[in-house]
């Protein structure tokens, strides 16, 4: 099995739409990440917690919400969806420290109409 | 603000050669880089990761140098095979945080 899920692996919404985007890992990491990638930028830190009572936002947060439910589980959920909110999603873990790796899950496609 | 620039934005080379991609970043202050490999339709693959107190990691057919003064680190890639091909992202830990600063990526094809 995987270390990181991600559910759905794609998904096409229209505008308007609440979308709630999960991941999940059996690391057993501390640290957990929200991540878009769009084409020619590369990834954009969205949401990131460093455990399940701390949450923090990234570089580019408006318009997204997260949910930190268990250590294993992280919610990235769009309230509204909006066309421009169209990317590749990814959830990452690490270990706590400074170092420490980051493994990403397989991505969630989503389309928004 | 940390940025992160890779060059060249994709690469063909023929099956064989030997190939460098490099990555630059603007504040040289890190803890750490990391050299990730994307597939099309699938998440990232963490390739090698180099501390700021380091030069260089190795792994099989790769390596990866860092210098933290200029700024630069560069993935070496020997004798590239089809497989290869991919997108090659790096990225940058800042020093007053944990959080990963990316690049756009090399897109490399290797020709059979």
């Known amino acids: 099995d995987a270390d990181v899920t991600q559910t759905p692996r794609n998904r096409i919404t229209k505008t308007g739409k609440r979308i709630m985007l999960e991941c999940s890992q059996t690391k057993g990491h501390d640290r957990m990440y929200w991540y878009r990638q769009d084409p020619g930028l590369g990834l954009r830190l969205i949401y990131y917690?460093?455990?399940?009572?701390?949450?923090n936002k990234g570089e580019i947060s408006d318009g997204y919400s997260v949910s930190r439910q268990a250590q294993a589980k992280f919610s990235l959920s769009l309230e509204s969806a909006i066309p421009n909110q169209t990317a590749l999603y990814f959830c990452a873990t690490a270990r706590g420290g400074t170092s420490g790796m980051e493994f990403f899950g397989p991505g969630t496609r989503l389309t928004v109409l | 603000k940390q940025e992160v620039t890779q060059i060249p934005a994709a690469l063909s080379v023929p099956e064989g050669e030997n190939l460098v991609l490099n990555c630059s970043f603007t504040?040289?202050?890190?803890?750490?880089l990391q050299w990730f490999r994307q597939d099309p339709g699938k998440g990232l693959t963490s390739l090698l990761l180099?501390?700021?107190?380091?030069r260089e990691q190795t792994s099989g057919r790769l390596n990866a140098s860092l210098d933290k003064s200029s700024g630069r680190s560069t993935l070496y890639i020997a004798a590239s095979q089809p497989g290869d091909s991919a997108t090659y992202l790096c990225?940058?830990?800042?020093?007053?945080?944990?959080?990963?600063?990316f690049g756009a990526g090399t897109i490399l094809r290797v020709k059979s």
């Open positions: 990225a940058v830990r800042r020093e007053y945080g944990n959080k990963l600063v």
């Open positions: 504040d040289s202050a890190i803890y750490n």
């Open positions: 180099i501390q700021s107190s380091q």
């Open positions: 917690s460093f455990d399940v009572k701390d949450i």
